[in-house]
């Protein structure tokens, strides 16, 4: 089946490490999006890529860092300059241009303790 | 892109059809109107979108007004499942990706 995935749907740690959040899809699309979303609001844009080896920051990429080495892979790593990492992290995909619909993963909750 | 106002919680009964509406007065002439939900702790899923003309897919209808400054999503026989947050997001349709997310409006099907 195609789709994203996104691992581990649960992320707890420490204050002051470093974490990275898995998102892989298998939908050939070109772009890929990281959003973070905290309780009873929307969604805010962290960084997107349009394409292998590019990606663009967001509204909100302070304390984030991202790499797209693949066309399938998308990886965030939370660092510890994010002052308020704890929050529900979501991953999409979607073809370039035009009417995009995107295609979002499950999700991962990290917790910062 | 234009900023959109929706109500922050709706009831519906149970295989009645949900109204959805959205207020996108500053809406300009190439900006589409999207709709997403989302099930508590889900990704979002997208519904339809549409410009001028009303849409109907297999999930909803979109009736946008004649002079587009708002919009009205209708689920036709809303079940327990479509419990969620609706999005309602204006935007061009570019090469620009992103999509600015409200908080939406929270849809609750009772039995």
């Known amino acids: 089946d195609g789709g994203i995935t996104q691992s581990p749907k649960y992320l707890f740690r420490k204050e002051g490490q470093n974490v990275t959040l898995s998102c892989e899809q298998n939908?050939?699309?070109?772009?890929m999006y990281w959003y973070r979303q905290d309780p009873g609001q929307g969604l805010r844009l962290i960084y997107y890529?349009?394409?292998?080896?590019?990606?663009q920051k967001g509204d909100i990429a302070e304390g984030y860092s991202v790499s797209r080495e693949k066309k399938e892979s998308f990886p965030l790593t939370v660092t510890s300059a994010q002052k308020n990492p704890t929050a529900f992290y979501l991953c999409?995909?979607?073809?370039?241009?035009?009417?995009?619909?995107?295609?979002f993963g499950p999700g991962t909750r990290l917790t910062v303790l | 892109d234009a900023k959109t106002t929706q109500p922050t919680s709706m009831d519906c009964a149970e295989g009645r059809a949900a109204n959805l509406p959205c207020n996108h007065s500053?809406?300009?002439?190439?900006?589409?109107v999207y709709w997403y939900r989302q099930i508590h702790s889900q990704g979002p899923q997208y519904i339809i979108h549409?410009?001028?003309?009303?849409e109907t897919n297999e999930m909803a209808s979109l009736i946008i007004t004649e002079d587009r400054k708002s919009s009205t999503l209708i689920l036709p026989h809303a079940t327990l499942r479509d419990t969620a947050v609706y999005y309602c997001?204006?935007?061009?349709?570019?090469?620009?990706?992103?999509?600015?997310w409200g908080a939406g409006t929270k849809l609750i099907i009772k039995p």
């Open positions: 500053t809406i300009s002439g190439n900006e589409y």
């Open positions: 890529s349009q394409i292998v080896n590019d990606f």
């Open positions: 939908l050939n699309h070109d772009a």
């Open positions: 997001i204006v935007r061009v349709a570019d090469s620009n990706y992103q999509l600015i």
């Open positions: 999409a995909s979607s073809q370039r241009g035009g009417h995009i619909e995107q295609f």
């Open positions: 549409g410009l001028k003309n009303n």
